[in-house]
């Protein structure tokens, strides 16, 4: 069993930059690729980037590639996402997940944090 939880959400202007956090409970945590994903009002949730149980390998969705940067650290059982020069399309409820695998499918994750929101205003 793993718990999810995100902090870092909040208001900023285009351009701006703004940090996610995901905690997470338990001692199988190192053992979970992770996942970012975000949901916008009226839209199916999307993949944003994932990184595998050892953060040597990473995948981002190409929406945000060049501007996130998903990594982590298993010492705090922590898992970041960086996000830069934001977009008001970026704007959206966004999610931390754990799957036994490294994908971007979001049906393969099995334990799903609350979500944060992230508005990015014009």
Do not use: H
């Amino acid at each position: 069993q793993v718990q999810l939880v995100e902090s870092g959400g909040g208001l900023v202007q285009a351009g701006g930059s703004l940090s996610l956090s995901c905690a997470a409970s338990g001692r199988t945590f190192r053992s979970y690729a992770m996942g970012w994903f975000r949901q916008a009002p009226g839209k199916e949730r999307e993949f944003v980037a994932a990184i595998s149980w050892s953060g040597g390998i990473t995948q981002v969705a190409d929406s945000v590639k060049g501007r996130f940067t998903i990594s982590r650290d298993n010492a705090k059982n922590t898992v970041y996402l960086q996000m830069n020069s934001l977009k008001p399309e970026d704007t959206a409820v966004y999610y931390c997940a754990a799957s036994s695998i490294l994908i971007s499918i979001a049906p393969e994750y099995r334990y799903w944090g609350q979500g944060t929101q992230v508005t990015v205003s014009s």
